[in-house]
């Protein structure tokens, strides 16, 4: 068995790659605990489609921009088509015996058991690999599961049917042992304050867009309550690390009567209680109405969290930053 010592990234779950970038941070790096709690993100679209009739429809996601980070840890970059070898186990094993990064594109329909809830939308995806076991014929990665990231194994046979059936590069590379993580600043902070607001002002401009389904049956339906409540989950990760993030790099996050970290956090528990309204939305008749309701108050609390990151413009200064 050949095995790097790459730990998956548990401190939240925010997204796979999010977690793959700070899994491999984690094993080259040395940096306080705080630099991964930040607001360098922004609200994006994605574009989904319902299984049974292709329909399309967009959701929205916070999503951090690490492919950046990638670029800086790692160095000798290639892009590999490894659905087209023969035996791409045996290369795969060969970049792992090297001590390679290996970003694998594999199709997750075909993956690891516990990925089966993203086969309906999210079957393209990029899986880290950090070992291989020949004894038991498995592959090692770390991977998205029911645990959250974790470490999980595939065997070969299973692998090489979802590599060959994604047509997405694998990354290969090896890390730059040169580089060093810088810690953010205050005015890394401000800047992306402001790229929040403005990336929620943006879905605020096209909210009538998000979750537009017209044609799904009840079924149908049901996967798309799957694929917000996923969304939903992305987001009340999101408010926590915020509020951790208040509460631990200023001496004083105070505003008006309140606290950043407090309000950060009633916003985290308002999202968890969306998240299971759309688990209750699949089992009722009228699934349409709640996709309705629970996106009117998803917009609530992107609003406050809005007027939040707008309050911390204007007292940021004020607040005594801690890693100045």
Sequence with gaps: MKKINVRPFRRFWQDCFNCIVYSLTDYSQDVPELYYYNNMYSYIFTNEKVTENGEEYKSIVPWMDNFRLVDELTTNREKVQVYNMENPIEYIKEKVDEEKVILLGIDLFYWINEGLHYMNNHIIHMSLVIGYD???????????????????????????????????????????????????????????????????????????????????????????????????????????????????????????????????????????????????????????????????????????????????????????????
């Design 134 to 324: 020949d004894d038991t014929e498995e592959l090692i990665v770390l991977e998205t599961g029911n645990d959250m990231f974790a470490e999980h194994r595939v065997p070969y046979d299973r692998a090489t049917q979802a590599i060959k059936a994604s047509t997405l590069v694998t990354r290969v590379s090896d890390l730059n042992k040169e580089y060093k993580v810088k810690m953010f600043t205050l005015d890394d902070l401000e800047f992306y304050a402001k790229n929040i607001i403005s990336s929620i002002d943006e879905i605020i401009r096209k909210k009538d867009d998000i979750w537009k389904i017209e044609n799904a049956s009840d079924e149908g339906l049901f996967e798309v309550l799957s694929i917000i409540q996923t969304h939903m989950f992305s987001m009340q990760n999101r408010a926590k690390i915020n509020g951790y993030m208040f509460e631990n790099a200023f001496k004083s996050d105070t505003f008006s009567d309140s606290t950043f970290h407090d309000s950060f956090n009633e916003i985290a528990a308002d999202f968890e209680k969306l998240k299971g309204a759309c688990i209750k939305a699949q089992y009722k008749n009228d699934k349409k109405k709640a996709i309705d309701s629970i996106k009117s108050k998803m917009f609530i609390l992107l609003n406050k969290e809005r007027q939040l990151w707008t309050a911390f413009e204007e007292t940021s200064e004020k607040m005594g930053f801690l890693y100045a």
